[in-house]
DNA sequence: AGGGTGACACAGG
DNA sequence: GCCTGTGCCACCC
């Protein structure tokens, strides 16, 4: 099967190990739910805090698809550590979004890690059509 | 049980 | 484009 990721496809999915559970086990369910889909945006691409809410609602009609906002809150919760990704979590509008809470020099941060992953910013700003990463599910 | 809060989204102006 | 206002939802008191 051949999966159009453009050239920075190298990477497969996080695979969460019996560490990262531990820590997932003290978040709520929406959370822990959230953060295994995370798990499977490879370097070289991201996602949007409103594409990860509609990717959860479709796997679990109970979660609803317009919960940007909780995602965010999850984000910030973040127990992540970079192996879970939330680095690769941005704006519906292409704009980077906040990371670490809003700490001063976060988002240059964040920004750093995108752009040596191969994902292109340009003015702050990254274009989804190239680097939206899309779920796949049976 | 009810009100407050965000690493958001979207539509207007 | 860049604000600004309004709607949102899961979570936390």
Known sequence: ????????????????????EKKLATLSRYQQA??????????????????????????????????SRAVGTTMKNNLCGPQIPCHRV??????????????????????????SEGVIVVKGKIDLKKFRHTFHRE
């Open 1 to 20: 099967m051949i999966l159009d990721w453009g050239p920075y496809t190298i990477n497969k999915m996080y695979k969460i190990t019996a560490e990262d």
């Open 34 to 67: 959230i953060l295994r889909i995370l798990t499977e945006v490879p370097k070289g691409k991201v996602t949007t805090y409103g594409d990860l809410a509609k990717e959860l609602s479709l796997r679990d009609p109970k979660w609803l698809p317009n919960a």
């Open 90 to 115: 941005i704006k519906s509008d292409g704009n980077i979004g906040n990371f670490r809470g809003g700490e001063k020099g976060a988002v240059e941060e964040k920004t750093a890690m995108l752009q």
